[in-house]
């Protein structure tokens, strides 16, 4: 019984929004972290030497990460549930107007999982397992390392890119997360769902800034 009911649409819908809003808990460490960058490289890189030698860092990743990859795979169990449920399809498409929330971002959740899931894994493997810069200070100098990526013109193209489709996800899937949890309601809907899109608004924002920064001027500092 106890089986049954943590597989069921109900309970995974709940596990799909508390895995949801983890990582965007972790999406706003994250990009604080990276704001650092603009206090220059011995503060930057003072903060990324103290940050991997915590023995528990590791176990964080390989944690974060299942949770990623748990939540793309349930995401779209459930949005196939959803299609099986509506064996023919409509014979037209279109924006629904309200009070309906679909949106394009909302249509699009598969697709732009996806695609964080690849941005992701390149993104691992640049900054994670790129080139072993020595700082004076101790550690990795992961502020070469982020400069000479986003140096790139292609790196930092594709990058904003990405961005955007972070923002478009997350404008989305905030507000789809609570509601996942069953927090509903007439009054703190639309107040919930308009936080979500600032939010999504902020994170984009910031991160697209970091990398034109790195190209344009601070590659030009190190």
């Excluded at 489709?165 to 789809?176: D, E, P, Q, R, Y």
Aim: hydrophobic letters at 50%; a positive charge.
């Amino acid at each position: 019984m106890p089986s049954r009911v943590l597989t069921s649409s109900f309970a995974t819908k709940i596990l799909v929004g508390l895995r949801g809003l983890a990582l965007v808990v972790y999406l706003v460490l994250h990009v604080v972290g990276t704001l650092l960058v603009f206090m220059g490289p011995e503060f930057f890189n003072t903060y990324a030497h103290t940050l991997e030698s915590n023995p528990l860092i590791p176990i964080i990743e390989v944690g974060l990460l299942l949770i990623f990859l748990v939540h793309v795979y349930k995401t779209i169990g459930i949005v196939l549930r959803n299609r099986r449920a509506r064996p023919v399809a409509y014979a037209e498409k279109s924006m629904a107007g309200k009070p309906s929330r679909k949106t394009l971002a909302s249509s699009t959740m598969i697709l732009s999982g996806l695609w964080l899931l690849a941005f992701l894994a390149l993104h691992v493997q640049a900054f994670r397992y790129g080139p072993e810069y020595d700082w004076p200070g101790g550690g990795r100098d992961l502020y070469r390392l982020e400069m000479e990526n986003f140096a790139n013109p292609f790196v930092v193209g594709f990058y904003v890119l990405s961005m955007l489709v972070v923002g478009a996800h997350l404008s989305h899937g905030i507000s789809s997360a609570f509601q996942s949890l069953g927090i509903d309601h007439p009054a703190w809907t639309p107040r919930l769902i308009m936080a979500g899109k600032v939010f999504a608004g902020l994170v984009t924002v910031a991160f697209i800034f970091i990398a034109l920064w790195a190209h344009f001027i601070g590659g030009v500092q190190v």
